[in-house]
């Protein structure tokens, strides 16, 4: 039998011979990607693209949780018969996975779920396996060295290079129309803005002003997301008792209602309780908790403005944007800008990211990854 | 119970026996008796409740030892890490920090890489610790 490797000699005269180099395939070079992650309690963005040029080839919001299928699932109810799923994915199983998310208050919590969770983020971004990955990878303001290390384990293996930068910095330089950067009167954000990211594990507030943001120009408040999620979670239980309503639920009903400033009610809101419909009136639950987040931010902000330099200030207070999940809470904005008006800052005008509220992070952690000098990466060993 | 039991810890640590005994005596010791009652086991209640308290003792061993080292590194730190319910304290309330650096809109993304990377080996940098 003929062997199925062995190659037929060629019949052109000038093709070259198997024995000669130049007969040999050239060996494909390794692709090389870069990553800019956001790594959030809730959801974490990521946004890839190869090394080299700016096309972004993947671009996506993924819930920052991870699903181990539970011993026993019947073959077939599971795509793939698959033993860990992520995402939504995950959430849409959560009846036959034990769910685990990785980050809490914006770190590592769970190292395990966090590198399986990693693992999923580059074969998102990297289907094929193969290519180089070098990463940026947003860290809450102020994060500390045990937070940063627990990423770095996480992306151990599986990027080869890293770069840890502070998210709300990041969210600046998302944020920045880089078309617009020397246009007259486009105020870079980057220059002179004063950030309030509110994710699900903490809201950071930071000023850039032209340099990166020192530890003084950043605080990071572990209330964000998931603590009004808790605070509407206790007060609907007190309003309405044993109505079994789980976290999940509750985080779904505060993204379509929450508010903040003076109550509005009725707020009226269909839930299914026990397999029947009802009707609960959670205006006051919602605001009271919603209204905590601006009770907890404001001081931190007055604090950020007060430390910014007097020739500054003025531009500073009409550059003061809301990004993160928590910019979808109504109200938000206006909120804050009539306390700094009523408390006598001069103009103030705070400003919602838009739409792209949760990619700003992460498209400038791409951006970073473009810019980043070889120097300047972490080699992430193993 | 391991709230109670804490909180009983911290008392003692703080010099307030008298406090931490009423507590003992009072909601620690209901809450004892809940667990127990409520247990099939009483060995087994007697030995969980052993492991739980054994623990949380060791936990406020190790965060007042912890707070015993950070509180004086903190102190220097904490007007600029709490945040004010006001304008800063000076007169006018106002700071004058200078904004520091070349032109900002001359700086490339690279250069606000090095001053983090800079900011991250100054000795006072929590990650550098």
């Known amino acids: 039998m003929t062997p199925a490797t062995l190659e037929k000699p060629s019949a052109a005269p000038l093709a070259p011979s198997l024995s000669s180099p130049m007969s040999r395939p050239p060996i494909p ?8 992650l956001d790594l959030g309690t809730n959801k974490s963005c990521v946004l890839a693209g190869p090394a080299g040029n700016s096309d972004i080839t993947v671009s996506k919001v993924v819930p920052s949780v991870v699903g181990y299928v539970k011993d026993g699932i019947v073959d077939g109810i599971i795509t793939g018969n698959a033993k860990i799923l992520f995402g939504e ?48 990878v947003g860290v809450p303001a102020n994060a500390g060295e045990p937070a940063r290390e627990a990423i770095r384990r996480s992306a151990s293996g599986i990027f080869s290079h890293i770069l840890l930068i502070p998210e ?20 870079d954000p980057v220059v002179n803005s004063l950030f309030i990211d509110i994710g699900g594990g903490t809201s950071d507030l930071c000023l850039v002003q032209g340099y990166f943001p020192t530890r003084d120009d950043q605080i990071s408040i572990p209330f964000a997301g998931d603590a009004i999620d808790e605070l509407i979670f206790d007060g609907l239980n007190r309003t ?68 910014a330099s007097s020739d500054s200030v003025v531009t500073l207070l009409q550059n003061i944007i809301i990004t993160g999940g928590g910019s979808q809470i109504r109200g938000i904005d206006t909120v804050l800008q009539k306390k700094l008006s009523d408390d006598g800052f001069e103009t103030p005008k705070v400003r919602l990211a838009g739409q792209d509220f949760q990619r700003y992070v992460a498209i400038g952690a791409l951006k970073a990854a ?6 300047q990466w972490q080699v992430l060993l193993g | 119970m391991g709230r109670i039991y804490r909180r009983i810890c911290f008392l003692r640590f703080d010099g307030q026996s008298g406090e931490a005994s009423r507590l003992e005596f009072s909601e620690l010791k209901e809450a004892v008796d809940a667990a127990k009652s409520a247990s099939e086991s009483t060995d087994e209640a007697e030995s969980i409740l052993r492991r ?35 304008p800063a304290s000076s007169p006018l309330g106002v700071s004058h920090r200078p904004r520091i650096g070349p032109d900002p809109s001359e700086r490339s993304i690279a250069d606000f890489i090095d001053d983090m990377l800079v900011q991250e080996r100054q000795p006072e940098h929590p990650i550098s610790r």
Request: net charge negative; proline share 6%; hydrophobic share 45%.
């Open chain 1, 89 to 136: 994915e995950a959430l849409s199983q959560m009846l036959h996975v034990e769910l685990a998310t990785p980050l809490a208050e914006g770190v590592i919590a769970h190292p395990e779920s966090a590198r399986d969770f990693m693992q999923h983020i580059r074969q998102l971004a990297d289907p094929t396996g193969r290519a180089e990955i070098r990463a940026v």
């Open chain 1, 370 to 375: 473009r810019a980043a000098r070889d120097n």
């Open chain 1, 168 to 187: 709300p910095f990041l969210a600046a330089l998302g944020y920045r129309d880089d078309g617009r950067v020397k246009q007259a009167g486009y105020v």
């Open chain 1, 29 to 36: 070079r390794q692709t090389s990607l870069l990553v800019g």
């Open chain 2, 52 to 86: 739980l308290l054994e623990e949380e003792g060791e936990r406020v061993s190790e965060a007042v030892a912890i707070a015993e080292v950070l509180i004086p590194m903190l102190a220097d730190r904490i007007p600029a890490a709490i945040p004010a319910r006001g």
């Open chain 1, 240 to 307: 309405y008792p044993n109505n079994g309503l789980s976290l999940i639920t509750i985080r779904d009903i505060k993204e379509a209602h929450a508010y903040v400033g003076p109550s509005r009610k009725p707020l009226e809101v269909k839930v299914v309780i026990g397999g029947k419909s009802r009707t609960l009136d959670l205006g006051d639950v919602i605001g009271n908790a919603c209204n905590t987040l601006i009770d907890k931010i404001y001081p931190a902000l007055t604090t950020l403005i007060a430390s």
